[in-house]
């Protein structure tokens, strides 16, 4: 079994930045894509952002588009959220989420996902 394990979140304040990181127990993290996703109590889990298993491809929720960069490190099995200018609406649970197949791009389909990270939260002060 898959773990991802989030780290990274807390208290700041609107126009501060945090990076998440995740770290994923699969030897074959490489080969899949990586996602960002956040849920606020009683509402569905949003996409975020994504990166396809090559680097080649990411995607983008609008809400966070030029504010928030998506990476990964191979080498450290590790995708890191960079959160730049965050806002009071930035304030959510965040999870990482590991891709269910191969050599898969970069998705914002929740069903695209096979492993989830626990959650972490974030929350941006006004």
């Known amino acids: 079994q898959v773990q991802l394990v989030e780290s990274g979140g807390g208290l700041v304040q609107a126009g501060d930045s945090l990076r998440l990181s995740c770290v994923s127990s699969d030897r074959m993290f490489w080969n899949y894509a990586m996602g960002w996703f956040r849920q606020l109590p009683g509402k569905d889990r949003e996409f975020v952002a994504s990166l396809s298993w090559n680097f080649d491809v990411t995607e983008y929720a609008d809400s966070v588009k030029g504010r928030f960069t998506i990476s990964k490190d191979n080498s450290k099995n590790t995708v890191y959220l960079q959160m730049n200018s965050l806002k009071p609406e930035d304030t959510a649970v965040y999870y990482c989420?590991?891709?269910?197949?191969?050599?898969?791009?970069?998705?914002?389909?929740?069903?695209?996902?096979?492993?989830w990270g626990q959650g972490i939260q974030v929350t941006v002060s006004s």
């Open positions: 989420a590991q891709g269910r197949r191969s050599w898969s791009m970069a998705t914002s389909i929740v069903e695209d996902y096979d492993y």
